[in-house]
């Protein structure tokens, strides 16, 4: 056995190069994809923040309102209603999972969730407002819960006035026979 030339190898050179091609491909391609999965869940999961609230539309008086949702690990949040800071929590150390935090809210309201400072570019995306309902002034009565004495007097007014409409034209035709 000599030398290794071309023509001694038992697989042609096109096809070596091609196979050489096709794993330093798939190589590449399986490296990507997999680089692509864990830096997309380090960077999507790690570093959001939203809320949700259990009610935007309460009735006239206001009452309580729930507010719970997700932030990066092991953080302080901040819930803000009309631009005042109302309670503050902690998010969990392996999910982020935050709440339910109760507020009372007795007029229309803003709410906002902040997890700033340790996260100052990173929004928390959730319902911005709850609504109350305007309370309603109850309508002037009218009448009384007892009419009878009512009904009585103008019946006996009725009769007064009749008696004496008839006194009357009684008297205007005895004065006419004279």
């Known amino acids: 056995m000599g030398a290794c030339r071309g023509r001694d190898f038992p697989v042609e050179q096109?096809?070596?190069?091609?196979?050489?091609?096709?794993?330093?491909?798939?190589?590449?391609?399986?490296?990507?994809?997999?680089?692509?999965?864990?830096?997309?869940?380090?960077?999507?999961?790690?570093?959001?923040?939203?809320?949700?609230?259990?009610?935007?539309?309460?009735?006239?008086?206001?009452?309580?309102?729930?507010?719970?949702?997700?932030?990066?690990?092991d953080t302080d949040v901040f819930i803000s209603v009309n631009g005042s800071v109302a309670a503050t929590t902690h998010s969990d150390k392996v999910t982020g999972a935050w709440g339910p935090v109760q507020l009372t809210i007795t007029a229309t309201s803003t709410i906002a969730v902040s997890i700033a400072p340790n996260y100052p570019a990173t929004p928390c995306a959730g319902p911005a407002s709850v609504s109350v309902e305007a309370a309603t002034a109850a309508l002037p009565r009218t009448g009384s819960n007892d009419t009878k004495p009512f009904v009585l007097a103008g019946a006996t007014l009725l009769a007064v006035g009749v008696a004496l409409v008839m006194a009357a034209r009684r008297r205007e035709r005895t004065r006419g026979r004279v």
């Open 14 to 73: 096109g096809t070596i190069v091609r196979r050489l091609l096709a794993i330093i491909g798939i190589t590449v391609l399986g490296g990507a994809l997999w680089g692509i999965g864990a830096a997309g869940a380090q960077t999507t999961a790690a570093f959001t923040c939203s809320y949700t609230l259990s009610t935007t539309a309460l009735p006239a008086g206001g009452g309580p309102v729930l507010v719970s949702g997700t932030a990066p690990a």
